[in-house]
């Protein structure tokens, strides 16, 4: 995908997000209209500015943390505020109603394969482990997330998440720079090993 597509796509995520929030009672949290609200920027400014960038690229990171963070009890128990689920077993029961009923049996191997792959998307965007090829793969799993929430659940509950703007954002930065990269670090700590060893070993 290119950029001029991923913003398109981004700014019509954005346009509709605020279409519903300006024409309905709904709402979004404050950690989802920060996000909400880097994106936008992004979005804004062509994701010409690493700093931006790299910002949003954290943010979005930390949201999917978060999420991983929030199934497992570690902002409150279920029911707590600001808790989505508060127990992974309540995570998984939410899983199951954005399911055909057919496949309820299904509804913990898919819930632990969306777990593992939010995890590992959280740890590459936070650090700058493979960046635009863990950008691209959100935007995929969160495109997934908001077919199934609108088929399931509906419009209103997958925008309250920020879902399409989220997926919209993730996708260009699958597209742009940004810096504090881990993997780049590492690749300069190797450098010096390299030049030395074709130093001592000239063709």
Not at 41 to 46: D, R, S
Not at 94 to 116: E, F, K, Q
Not at 193 to 199: K, P, T
């Amino acid at each position: 995908m290119t950029r001029h597509v991923a913003l398109g796509l981004a700014a019509i995520a954005l346009l509709t997000e605020l279409g519903w929030l300006a024409c309905t009672d709904g709402t979004v949290g404050p950690i989802t209209a920060a996000i909400l609200a880097s994106i936008a920027v992004l979005t804004i400014t062509a994701a010409r500015i690493v700093a931006i960038n790299t910002v949003t690229r954290i943010l979005v990171g930390a949201l999917f943390a978060g999420s991983v963070a929030d199934r497992f009890g570690l902002f409150g128990t279920p029911d707590a505020p600001g808790v989505s689920w508060g127990s992974y077993s309540r995570f998984i029961d939410y899983t199951r109603t954005l399911m055909p009923s057919t496949l309820d049996w299904a509804a913990p191997t898919v819930g632990t394969i969306a777990t593992v792959l939010e995890a590992a998307i959280a740890l590459g965007l936070l650090l700058g482990i493979a960046t635009s090829s863990t950008a691209r793969a959100a935007a995929a799993l969160l495109i997934a997330f908001a077919t199934a929430m609108w088929t399931s659940v509906g419009f209103g509950e997958m925008s309250s998440y920020g879902v399409l703007v989220v997926a919209g954002g993730t996708a260009v930065l699958g597209t742009c720079d940004t810096a504090v990269h881990l993997d780049r670090l590492f690749q300069r700590s190797a450098t010096p090993d390299a030049v030395g060893s074709v130093a001592e070993n000239p063709r």
